[in-house]
């Protein structure tokens, strides 16, 4: 379980996430969804321990990211692609971050397959495609058979098939008992495999629901998004 409590961050006197709180349960996929520049990072940042909240909190089962004894077998998370070394090859990196976490090897062809990169393990980093780096990222994120799983963006850069295979993915996680939390800046991307969502803009949370519940009463899906986040279409 994520629990986001009250968090408020301010850059110098800008205030950029007032007040967010929401809870992201075991066995949903929740989708964190707001436009560019609404403080869905900043959120995730946070949670992930990456950068302090000036007030509030954002735990995993009660506690900070900071204070979990073994973190990669807590959470999973992928932010700003994969992290990876463009001279390094993907097993490599994996096997590096394996390496640092006390997670063992054979995790490596396991999570390899699991994002369908097999074939591609031994190719350099910067060969990769966008959305090639983006199963990568998320080979990480797998590789302690976390309980919770946090990724931002991860539909970016990603062809119709891998939208498709990564929504697969996401519901499997779930529905084996898993936490998903993913951020996305398109409605239309989450909303076939979210069960949950949580609208940001501006820095504050707008509404929380289902999607039914929270499409309810507009035209479509995108029209619900709008409204909600005060855009224009
Ligand atoms: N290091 C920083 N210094 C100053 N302002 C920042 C910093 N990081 C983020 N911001 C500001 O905080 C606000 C929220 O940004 P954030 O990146 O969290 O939004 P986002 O919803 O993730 O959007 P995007 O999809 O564009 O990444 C924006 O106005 C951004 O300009």
Known sequence: MITI????????SRTILDHVGFEARPGRVTAFLGPNGAGKSSTLRILLGLDHADSGTALFDGRPYRSLSDPLRTVGSMLEGSG???SRTARNHLAWVARSNGIPQRRIDEVL????LTKDGKVRVAKYSLGMGQRLGIAAALLGEPEALVLD???NGLDPEGIRWIRGLLRGLADAGGTVLLS??????VADVADDLVVIAGGRIV???????????YGDLE???FALTGGTR
């Open 184 to 189: 996305s800046h398109l409605m239309t991307e």
């Open 5 to 12: 409590d009250q968090v408020v961050k301010r850059r110098r």
């Open 153 to 155: 963006e991860p539909v």
């Open 84 to 86: 990876a070394h463009r």
């Open 113 to 116: 397959d699991e994002v369908g």
């Open 207 to 217: 509404t929380t629901g289902t999607v039914t519940d929270v499409t309810a009463g």
């Open 223 to 225: 029209e619900a998004f």
